[in-house]
């Protein structure tokens, strides 16, 4: 799933990539999460998830703003 090459910028610390079949793997997790999210928050469109977002930014703003005692 995985090879270790060569790192120019270290020597004793090899660099790793992913083989085709690593690369193949990760792209089906990704798809099956896909799914997996697009039945499960059926109903719930881009502009609930922006408010949401929005809605949560805000908080932690809000929250970070504040000082510690």
Do not use: Y
Not at 8 to 37: C, K, M, N, V, Y
């Amino acid at each position: 799933m995985v090879q270790s090459k060569p790192n120019p910028a270290h020597r004793r610390s090899p660099l790793f990539t992913l083989t085709d079949s690593g690369a193949s793997a990760i792209t089906a997790i990704h798809e099956r999460e896909r799914q997996l999210l697009k039945a499960r928050l059926k109903g719930i469109g881009r502009d609930d998830v922006a408010t949401a977002v929005a809605l949560l930014t805000a908080i932690r703003g809000a929250l970070d703003d504040q000082e510690t005692p």
